[in-house]
Structure formats: C-alpha cells, structure tokens
C-alpha cells in the first residue's frame, strides 16, 4: 500500500520533467492510475462470497 502511494505521487513528476507533460496530462494519468484498484474493488464486491469452485 506504501508503494502504490508514493508511486501515485511520483509518477507525475518525470512526466513533467522529462515528457513536458501538460496538467491536463497529468491529471489523465492520475485518474488512470486510480483505475485499476477502483475496478477490483468493483469487481470483489460484486464476486459472490465464498471460494470460487473450479470449471464453473
């Protein structure tokens, strides 16, 4: 959890330093950052409680 969080905060800073990124830029590439903890939060509370039996 600690490296996901200072990869959040860190990522942005050689886009901006090396790719001149813009702030919309930026802003693009936290919100996709966001994405993929967001869609497994998603997808586990929707996923039936229980271990998931095999071949179904």
Do not use: E, K
Request: avoid cysteine; charged fraction near 5%; hydrophobic fraction near 50%.
């Amino acid at each position: 959890m600690a490296g996901s969080s200072i990869t959040q905060m860190a990522l942005p800073v050689p886009a901006v330093l090396h790719l001149d990124a813009t702030t919309a830029q930026v802003a693009w590439l936290a919100f996709l950052g966001q994405l993929p903890p967001a869609l497994l939060a998603l997808h586990a509370a929707r996923s039936p409680t229980g271990t998931p039996s095999a071949g179904r």
